[in-house]
């Protein structure tokens, strides 16, 4: 640890006098840039190289390479008994996951998209979530179900929900959302190893991005740990949370606040359940204001729980109402002009800031 | 009758005497006799895609005392659990298995405790079956800490990892494909053993079961559903639930067999074919043809639905523990008396059970927030009033 510190601090001394980077490569504290999929993809890997038990398993993830390309290269690595293409039958095989589960092995069930999760609901509450809980600890289930969640492009109604509110209101369940490629990478092995079910909340706009990653993040035994959020950015004046493609969005609104004299802390929340309830309180305490935000409908979704806890948690330090930007409380509509009013943009989030901070107000006042 | 088993007595101790009577001060060794007997079951089976197995089962003396002790101590634990609920010791859901036994033992007796069972939630003698103790059973029942669930289960959710019962599941169907996901595990081990996924003629319309299916011969998974066919799905009788209610022929391209499931020896003998075609052509079906005489949980009287005369009738003509006795007794392996004495014995352990079950305490407040997680990360969980009841999960 202290070996990465000296590296880090040696790198950035030197990145003063050689700026390019090609030169500083045998330098292992160069930041490398990586793609969510690449992330995605060396994790899986790795963690499929390091325990035998570990398998994945879900429609095209073998020949096809993944209809995302997120296991590239997995099936002809680790052969079809550890890399099964499944029928369409998502009911059928994320129960045959859980079940090899509760026999000891490791599944990593791929879902095309988590809307198709829905067929399968049943076996990941009732036969995932409650069941170490319903055996008293005899029946732990150590699954992973994993895929793109959330509105893609264009893709309409069917294929567009974001189920984090829905999942994360489960005891039982473990449910996480990486934004960057560390989170990726970080996330995704420490879904592998947990011994409970984790529902892997990936975002498919996602997955070309590029990240810098330190060579800690890219050490096959780098992990990060569930249920601690990340303040991507430190700010005074207000707290915004996100989490997956949001994160993106909410830093974008901080250096556009940045212009007016406002500085927002961002939070990238990584885990929605167990939600890292300290981070944002303590976040809340020092801003004393809070917006949250995410891309799913708004009613019941990850800002309400948000919003309550910091009501129940740090009411006195509150400075003005919690504000929530959520995708709109409609199905996802196909017109690209539609579509951009149904999920939050830089500017939903500008505006909620400005209204928290007192430097607007809102339209319906206004009238 | 006497004659076939003078025949294989060959190698018996000095105590033999024929004809034998109760009066004869000494006793024949019987528990431990394992001298082989072949048995005829009474019912051909019928197959589907495969040739069915022989009528003729061997069996021994321990193993014909062993299923009658072992029905026996069932039936009285499913009566005794009867009146426990009634005098609303055991809360929620009661789904008895009472004349249904012989499929418990019946599979038992073909394979190891290394196979493995998965069932719904009429599996409270699956459990005794996979080695659960009384005690357990009861104390789960009535909500104790003694319960192999410790309480925070109930009725339907009972487990033993140890001995390869993976439950115990209240929705409908979804044991099936949890089942061939044990059977996929046992095959990815390498562990040459099989799994028994059992299921109601009420699931078995349901669609996870043919995805599961489907996927488990694409496989070759070592996956054996075993339909326990009793006729009614809660109050709906299989005439009027499925097109084809022939369950040994729905698996299609996948095998059927189709047993006398009150016949513990017809199920045993299917029981061990189907697990030597499971290891190596992959999935099977077997339908058992049995019957429960009770409702389908304790809130069904089970008579609107059917006559008491077909209840009764079932009694009088295919009684598992009925037909077990017949067998020990024309065989001569027991006498009637003994076989009652048996009956006692299991009557006075099933009440002394319940006398210590009922000394049981309830679990703790704080197990309301015990085993949430196999690993809690020291994350914070609420009670109903969050101010007041927080804790932290181990």
Same mark, same amino acid.
């Given at each position: 640890?202290?070996?990465?510190?000296?590296?880090?601090?040696?790198?950035?001394?030197?990145?003063?006098?050689?700026?390019?980077?090609?030169?500083?490569?045998?330098?292992?504290?160069?930041?490398?840039?990586?793609?969510?999929?690449?992330?995605?993809?060396?994790?899986?890997?790795?963690?499929?190289?390091?325990?035998?038990?570990?398998?994945?398993?879900?429609?095209?993830?073998?020949?096809?390479?993944?209809?995302?390309?997120?296991?590239?290269?997995?099936?002809?690595?680790?052969?079809?008994?550890?890399?099964?293409?499944?029928?369409?039958?998502?009911?059928?095989?994320?129960?045959?996951?859980?079940?090899?589960?509760?026999?000891?092995?490791?599944?990593?069930?791929?879902?095309?998209?988590?809307?198709?999760?829905?067929?399968?609901?049943?076996?990941?509450?009732?036969?995932?979530?409650?069941?170490?809980?319903?055996?008293?600890?005899?029946?732990?289930?150590?699954?992973?179900?994993?895929?793109?969640?959330?509105?893609?492009?264009?893709?309409?109604?069917?294929?567009?929900?974001?189920?984090?509110?829905?999942?994360?209101?489960?005891?039982?369940?473990?449910?996480?959302?990486?934004?960057?490629?560390?989170?990726?990478?970080?996330?995704?092995?420490?879904?592998?190893?947990?011994?409970?079910?984790?529902?892997?909340?990936?975002?498919?706009?996602?997955?070309?991005?590029?990240?810098?990653?330190?060579?800690?993040?890219?050490?096959?035994?780098?992990?990060?740990?569930?249920?601690?959020?990340?303040?991507?950015?430190?700010?005074?004046?207000?707290?915004?949370?996100?989490?997956?493609?949001?994160?993106?969005?909410?830093?974008?609104?901080?250096?556009?606040?940045?212009?007016?004299?406002?500085?927002?802390?961002?939070?990238?929340?990584?885990?929605?359940?167990?939600?890292?309830?300290?981070?944002?309180?303590?976040?809340?305490?020092?801003?004393?204001?809070?917006?949250?935000?995410?891309?799913?409908?708004?009613?019941?979704?990850?800002?309400?729980?948000?919003?309550?806890?910091?009501?129940?948690?740090?009411?006195?330090?509150?400075?003005?109402?919690?504000?929530?930007?959520?995708?709109?409380?409609?199905?996802?509509?196909?017109?690209?002009?539609?579509?951009?009013?149904?999920?939050?943009?830089?500017?939903?989030?500008?505006?909620?800031?400005?209204?928290?901070?007192?430097?607007?107000?809102?339209?319906?006042?206004?009238? | 009758?006497?004659?076939?088993?003078?025949?294989?007595?060959?190698?018996?101790?000095?105590?033999?005497?024929?004809?034998?009577?109760?009066?004869?001060?000494?006793?024949?060794?019987?528990?431990?006799?394992?001298?082989?007997?072949?048995?005829?079951?009474?019912?051909?089976?019928?197959?589907?895609?495969?040739?069915?197995?022989?009528?003729?089962?061997?069996?021994?003396?321990?193993?014909?005392?062993?299923?009658?002790?072992?029905?026996?101590?069932?039936?009285?634990?499913?009566? /005794?659990?009867?009146?426990?609920?009634?005098?609303?010791?055991?809360?929620?859901?009661?789904?008895?298995?009472?004349?249904?036994?012989?499929?418990?033992?019946?599979?038992?007796?073909?394979?190891?405790?290394?196979?493995?069972?998965?069932?719904?939630?009429?599996?409270?003698?699956?459990?005794?079956?996979?080695?659960?103790?009384?005690?357990?059973?009861?104390?789960?029942?009535?909500?104790?800490?003694?319960?192999?669930?410790?309480?925070?289960?109930?009725?339907?959710?009972?487990?033993?990892?140890?001995?390869?019962?993976?439950?115990?599941?209240?929705?409908?169907?979804?044991?099936?494909?949890?089942?061939?996901?044990?059977?996929?595990?046992?095959?990815?081990?390498?562990?040459?053993?099989?799994?028994?996924?059992?299921?109601?003629?009420?699931?078995?319309?349901?669609?996870?079961?043919?995805?599961?299916?489907?996927?488990?011969?694409?496989?070759?998974?070592?996956?054996?559903?075993?339909?326990?066919?009793?006729?009614?799905?809660?109050? *709906?009788?299989?005439?009027?639930?499925?097109?084809?209610?022939?369950?040994?022929?729905?698996?299609?391209?996948?095998?059927?067999?189709?047993?006398?499931?009150?016949?513990?020896?017809?199920?045993?003998?299917?029981?061990?074919? /189907?697990?030597?075609?499971?290891?190596?052509?992959?999935?099977?079906?077997?339908?058992?043809?049995?019957?429960?005489?009770?409702?389908?949980?304790?809130?069904?009287?089970?008579?609107?639905?059917?006559?008491?005369?077909?209840?009764?009738?079932?009694?009088?003509?295919?009684?598992?523990?009925?037909?077990?006795?017949?067998?020990?007794?024309?065989?001569?392996?027991?006498?009637?008396?003994?076989?009652?004495?048996?009956?006692?014995?299991?009557?006075?352990?099933?009440?002394?059970?319940?006398?210590?079950?009922?000394?049981?305490?309830?679990?703790?407040?704080?197990?309301?927030?015990?085993?949430?997680?196999?690993?809690?990360?020291?994350?914070?969980?609420?009670?109903?009033?969050?101010?007041?009841?927080?804790? *932290?999960?181990?």
């Amino acid at each position: 640890m202290l070996g990465v510190v000296r590296k880090k601090m040696l790198g950035q001394s030197l990145l003063k006098i050689r700026p390019a980077v090609s030169m500083l490569r045998s330098y292992s504290s160069a930041a490398k840039q990586m793609t969510v999929r690449d992330a995605l993809n060396s994790a899986l890997d790795e963690e499929m190289s390091a325990d035998q038990k570990v398998f994945l398993m879900g429609e095209e993830v073998g020949e096809y390479q993944g209809a995302y390309k997120i296991s590239k290269g997995l099936l002809e690595k680790y052969g079809p008994e550890r890399v099964l293409d499944t029928p369409i039958t998502e009911a059928g095989f994320a129960g045959i996951a859980v079940g090899a589960a509760y026999h000891g092995l490791k599944p990593v069930v791929e879902f095309m998209t988590f809307n198709f999760s829905m067929q399968a609901i049943d076996h990941i509450i009732n036969s995932a979530a409650k069941s170490n809980y319903m055996s008293a600890g005899q029946m732990s289930v150590p699954i992973v179900f994993r895929g793109p969640n959330g509105a893609a492009a264009g893709v309409g109604a069917q294929h567009s929900q974001c189920y984090a509110a829905w999942y994360a209101s489960c005891p039982g369940l473990k449910v996480l959302t990486p934004y960057s490629s560390e989170d990726a990478r970080g996330l995704l092995k420490a879904a592998i190893r947990d011994p409970d079910p984790v529902v892997f909340l990936e975002n498919e706009l996602l997955y070309g991005e590029s990240f810098s990653v330190s060579d800690e993040v890219l050490d096959s035994s780098f992990c990060l740990p569930i249920g601690k959020a990340k303040i991507e950015r430190v700010g005074r004046d207000v707290t915004i949370t996100a989490f997956s493609k949001m994160v993106g969005h909410a830093l974008k609104a901080a250096e556009i606040l940045e212009k007016d004299g406002i500085d927002a802390e961002v939070i990238n929340l990584r885990s929605i359940r167990p939600l890292d309830r300290s981070t944002i309180n303590a976040s809340v305490r020092k801003t004393n204001r809070l917006i949250t935000v995410e891309e799913g409908f708004p009613q019941h979704g990850v800002g309400a729980e948000i919003c309550a806890s910091v009501v129940e948690e740090s009411f006195a330090y509150l400075d003005a109402p919690v504000e929530r930007i959520a995708g709109a409380d409609v199905p996802m509509p196909y017109a690209a002009n539609l579509e951009r009013l149904a999920v939050p943009q830089v500017e939903d989030i500008v505006r909620a800031v400005k209204r928290a901070c007192y430097r607007s107000v809102p339209l319906a006042a206004a009238a | 009758m006497a004659l076939s088993y003078l025949r294989s007595s060959s190698s018996r101790s000095v105590n033999l005497l024929k004809p034998l009577s109760s009066s004869l001060p000494l006793r024949r060794p019987i528990s431990t006799d394992t001298t082989p007997i072949t048995v005829e079951t009474s019912v051909p089976f019928t197959s589907h895609q495969c040739d069915a197995p022989s009528c003729s089962v061997e069996t021994n003396p321990k193993e014909l005392l062993t299923f009658f002790r072992d029905m026996a101590l069932m039936r009285r634990m499913e009566i /005794a659990a009867d009146s426990l609920y009634k005098a609303k010791l055991i809360r929620g859901f009661c789904h008895l298995y009472d004349g249904q036994e012989a499929v418990a033992v019946g599979m038992e007796a073909a394979i190891t405790k290394k196979d493995c069972i998965i069932t719904a939630y009429r599996d409270h003698c699956t459990f005794i079956g996979r080695g659960g103790t009384l005690l357990e059973v009861f104390a789960e029942l009535m909500g104790r800490q003694a319960g192999c669930s410790k309480g925070k289960g109930g009725s339907m959710h009972f487990y033993k990892k140890d001995s390869n019962f993976y439950g115990g599941h209240g929705i409908v169907g979804a044991q099936v494909p949890l089942g061939c996901g044990l059977a996929f595990a046992q095959k990815y081990s390498k562990d040459e053993t099989v799994t028994f996924a059992l299921y109601g003629d009420g699931a078995a319309n349901q669609g996870q079961l043919f995805e599961a299916l489907n996927i488990s011969a694409l496989w070759d998974l070592p996956a054996i559903l075993v339909c326990e066919n009793n006729h009614y799905g809660m109050g *709906t009788a299989e005439w009027r639930a499925a097109k084809s209610p022939a369950y040994y022929k729905r698996g299609d391209y996948v095998p059927g067999l189709k047993v006398d499931g009150m016949d513990a020896l017809a199920v045993k003998q299917a029981c061990k074919f /189907a697990k030597e075609h499971a290891l190596k052509n992959g999935p099977i079906i077997l339908e058992m043809d049995t019957y429960r005489y009770h409702g389908h949980s304790m809130s069904d009287p089970g008579s609107t639905y059917r006559t008491r005369d077909e209840i009764s009738g079932v009694r009088q003509e295919r009684d598992p523990i009925e037909r077990i006795r017949k067998l020990i007794l024309s065989h001569d392996l027991a006498t009637e008396k003994e076989l009652k004495d048996i009956e006692k014995e299991v009557r006075k352990e099933v009440d002394d059970t319940i006398t210590q079950a009922k000394e049981s305490p309830m679990p703790e407040p704080s197990e309301l927030f015990t085993n949430v997680y196999a690993k809690g990360l020291g994350v914070e969980s609420f009670g109903a009033d969050r101010k007041e009841v927080r804790a *932290t999960l181990p």
